[in-house]
T-cell receptor
Framework: SQKIEQNSEALNIQEGKTATLTCNYTNYSPAYLQWYRQDPGRGPVFLLLIRENEKEKRKERLKVTFDTTLKQSLFHITASQPADSATYLCALPSSASKIIFGSGTRLSIRP | EAGVAQSPRYKIIEKRQSVAFWCNPISGHATLYWYQQILGQGPKLLIQFQNNGVVDDSQLPKDRFSAERLKGVDSTLKIQPAKLEDSAVYLC????????????FGPGTRLTVT
């Protein structure tokens, strides 16, 4: 069955730098991949979706890449701010109707 | 636009007791999901409804968990009897019907079983 691997260790970076988070999957390449943000005590919030035929997607300071050869997606936040501190979840379809989530990577931006 | 509403926000019960959670999805969203999120893990799908029909309940522990979505709008998730390992946040999400849809999540209900 499809599995998602996200770095379970927290990522701590300096404000203004680019944060890069990794999402690896194990089996077949999914038709698309989603990234969500989750703050403590809140539900996940959708950020970006990238399809298998797209190499890169951007939204303001966010950029997502999708490499089906490496079975990997990278999530970048440029010019990071303390307000970007949160847990970021990767999600992809495991079947026609079901989406599975990774365990998330906690990002901390220090001033 | 109002978001996904859930209640209660917090619940503490003893093991073997029962508990129910309520979810009101975004108006017009035909698909509704219940997830269990254990601390430090990602959300795990328990059950997915489209209108009032079940699309996927393969990971729902049916000996103790049940869910319904009467009239294709609100939904309730029940646990009876609860076990210690049921301590988690229970998230409800909804989405429009489509091939690829982003999910809108509610704030969740934090359940502690003692």
């Amino acid at each position: 069955s499809q599995k998602i691997e996200q770095n379970s260790e927290a990522l701590n970076i300096q404000e203004g730098k680019t944060a890069t988070l990794t999402c690896n999957y194990t089996n077949y390449s999914p038709a698309y991949l989603q990234w969500y943000r989750q703050d403590p005590g809140r539900g996940p919030v959708f950020l970006l979706l990238i399809r298998e035929n797209e190499k890169e997607k951007r939204k303001e300071r966010l950029k997502v890449t999708f490499d089906t050869t490496l079975k990997q997606s990278l999530f970048h936040i440029t010019a990071s701010q303390p307000a970007d501190s949160a847990t970021y979840l990767c999600a992809l379809p495991s079947s026609a109707s079901k989406i599975i989530f990774g365990s998330g990577t906690r990002l901390s931006i220090r001033p | 636009e109002a978001g996904v509403a859930q209640s209660p926000r917090y619940k503490i019960i003893e093991k073997r007791q029962s508990v129910a959670f309520w979810c009101n999805p975004i108006s017009g969203h035909a698909t509704l999901y219940w997830y269990q999120q254990i601390l430090g893990q990602g959300p795990k799908l328990l059950i997915q409804f489209q209108n009032n029909g079940v699309v996927d309940d393969s990971q729902l522990p049916k000996d103790r968990f049940s869910a319904e979505r009467l009239k294709g709008v609100d939904s309730t998730l029940k646990i009876q009897p609860a076990k210690l390992e049921d301590s988690a946040v229970y998230l409800c999400a909804s989405s429009l019907v489509g091939e690829i849809e982003e999910q809108y999540f509610g704030p969740g209900t934090r359940l502690t079983v003692t």
